[in-house]
């Protein structure tokens, strides 16, 4: 007999299995917005030119293959941590801050949930926004805190419950744990505008909240990496000191690489070194030190002038493609015919789009069309192209009139 | 770390080599692998441990987890282990670590969730070898059920390994005591020179019908340090319980970094898949373990021509990386404070940092340390 005998099959990744049932189909006109990856025009995976440049200067530079420190990357950490809070941000420049590479966005998630599950004793609930990205509640709940929700998307409106969001947040227990998208908002793509960012911030002050903001998109929401970092440096200029999970999955096209931060705002320097060392202890055990490719390529975009520059670009190009195709699609639903409002398609940003496609409506989607979807009638908006943008938009006109 | 004779990190040849394949390939892109890693690193990566005529690979009861480092293995398998093993989430269940081991194995269980953490008999330093009857009694004496920590070869820090015959009377206990083994394998080919020699005891167990696990890091015979690859290598009872246990592993992957870095899983993939550049790699693994083998030789006939006091047979009968000298506290400080030689405590000296420039003036230095100081 096993030692495993009494050991359940794990549940299906829901994800997945919209990808796996894809890949089954045989009709050419099928569409995978289940993706969570960007895709060009010709809905390939696009490497960007500046990591294949950064690339080609990594290997002429002959490198040994040492162990990286376990915090990681020097010049990478601090680069990161300029991106998201400013080069003119105080915290930045006074040193108030540690920032330790992460395994991407979830490595980095996962440290800070154990580094508060192990520091911040005054409380164990997290709440997040409802919805959130499905992989929050695991990672925080095996890090041993507790999860709670705020009111976010309403479903009424296909956008921000923002009184309903003010109301939950303005009743969270004093020194509670809030997760804020920083932009580009997983799953919805609905983010706060910049003046109700700022009612947020006086809110989440007022009841002395710890505040971690995931920050997967910066630079792919907008095309602007200063106006999508701009909620978290209020956050900041404001005196409260977040902690940060950032990801270079999707802004640089690494996702296989694992290039992430996390980064902790303290009171002064001596509290960031003392914070340092506890988050060192945390990862020693976990993997001991984290991966250098993605984070060499990262470090040498970020500080490296020209290549910054065109980085800068081609990550505004990847953010206007798929604001390209939110136009398109509802126009194209226009010319359909359809009657319903879906300004909410221009109106949500970054990466994925809640349709308000109800679950039945999905299965028909998927049955009759092709067109693969979650069930919470989530797209990825960076699987739609101006090839298959009118037939996406004869879809779901079909399935709705 | 490997140090060549001029004192420097060594870069594969292979390693050079199939990187500048990877780099011209531009069919290759930076999406996602997935959860459980590269399909073609982990079949081969498990491969490598168990055998090309492993039974367990041949009757489909094998499973592997592409992981960060041999760390990122142990994490993960810790992990299953505190959720799934002995009941269900069961954080008593005594976990016992070498007395000395590695310092990260104690960490990597305590942060898992065990609770019990306990030392077994290992290191004699009377004799400087296996304090095997140490060992076997621990076992004896251990909760049924208990998870033990074993090296696979090249223990770390002392360098000492069992015989085979001494590994066949540890499985023995093991077995008739129910005793869980999770090996740690981050050494192979490094130790011996030998793919197959260094994995003779995890291939012993596999024979003798254990489940185990087996933590992989292609840290070192890789030279991949930086790259983080490892593997988990999971051998169960049947395919079916091998497939359940893989798919919560997938699910506590998922909460840790989701998925793994794909750079050094791609260089050890390739290599291994290939017959010509794994016979190449098989090269350059001899040639690091040649050279740290050649050092000890070259030491331990120093001292004995010097007639530095005690016996120094066990600078050659120990093997790997690491060499428990036998140096007490006091003359470690000596080594370090009056001939600048740095070196742990315990009196473990990496071999690696030993040259053919730096042999002389370390026996030397060793010799007075130990005429010195008492």
Known sequence: SSWWSHVEMGPPDPILGVTEAYKRDTNSKKMNLGVGAYRDDNGKPYVLNCVR????????KKMDKEYLPIGGLADFTRASAELALGENSEAFKSGRYVTVQGISGTGSLRIGANFLQRFFKASRDVYLPKPSWGNHTPIFRDAGMQLQGYRYYDPKTCSLDFSGAMD?????????????????????GVDPRQEQWKELAAVVKKRNLLVYFDMAYQGFASGDINRDAWAVRHFIEQGINIVLSQSFAKNMGLYGERAGAFTVICSDADEA?????????LIRPMYSNPPVNGARIASLILNTPDLR???????????????????????????????????????????FCFTGLKPEQVERLIKEFSVYMTKDGRISVAGVTSGNVGYLAHAIHQVTK | AYRTDEGQPWVLPVVKKVEQMIANDNSLNHEYLPILGLPEFRANASRIALGDDSPAIKENRVGSVQSLGGTGALRIGAEFLR??????????????????????????????????????????????GLDLQGLLNDMESAPE????????????????????????????????????????????????????????????????????????????????YNERVGNLTVVGKDADNVQRVLSQMEKIV?????????????????????????????????????????????????????????????????????????????????????KHIYLMASGRINMCGLTTKNLDYVAKSIHEAVTKIQ
């Open chain 2, 254 to 338: 998922r909460t840790t970094w989701s998925n793994p870095p794909s750079q050094g899983a791609r260089i050890v993939a390739t290599t291994l898949s290939s017959p010509q550049l794994f016979d190449e790699w098989k090269g350059n693994v001899k040639t690091m373990a040649d050279r740290v083998l050649l050092m000890r030789s070259e030491l331990r006939s120093r001292l004995e021509a010097l007639g530095t006091p005690g016996t120094w047979n066990h600078i050659t009968e120990q093997i790997g990386m690491f060499s428990f000298t036998g140096l007490n506290p006091k003359q470690v400080e000596y080594m370090i404070k009056e």
């Open chain 1, 273 to 281: 070194k003392r914070v340092e060392s506890q988050l060192k202890i």
């Open chain 1, 53 to 60: 440049k950064a690339e080609a200067m990594i290997a002429a």
């Open chain 1, 168 to 188: 939950d947040i303005s009743k969270i227990p004093e020194k509670s744990i809030i997760l804020l998208h920083a932009c580009a908002h997983n799953p919805t």
């Open chain 2, 145 to 224: 059920f208990s998870i033990f920590i074993l090296h696979a070869c090249a223990h770390n820090p002392t360098g000492t390994d069992p015989t085979p015959e001494q590994w066949k009377q540890i499985a023995a206990v093991m077995k008739r005591r129910s005793l869980f083994p999770f090996f740690d394998s981050a050494y192979q080919g490094f130790a011996s020179g030998s793919l197959d020699k260094d994995a003779w005891a995890v291939r012993y167990f596999v024979s003798e019908g254990f489940e185990l696990f087996c933590a992989q890091s292609f840290s070192k015979n890789f030279g991949l």
């Open chain 2, 83 to 128: 959720r799934w093993y002995n009941g269900n989430n069961n954080t008593a269940t005594p976990v016992y670590v070498s007395a000395p081991s590695w310092e990260n194995h104690n960490s990597v269980f305590m942060d898992a969730g065990f609770k019990d953490i306990r030392t077994y008999h290992y290191w004699d330093a009377a004799k400087r």
């Open chain 1, 309 to 351: 520059k065109e980085w800068l670009t081609e990550v505004k190009g990847m953010a206007d493609r798929i604001i390209s195709m939110r136009t398109q699609l509802v126009s194209n639903l226009k010319k359909e015919g359809s009657s319903h409002n879906w300004q909410h398609i221009t109106d949500q940003i970054g990466m």
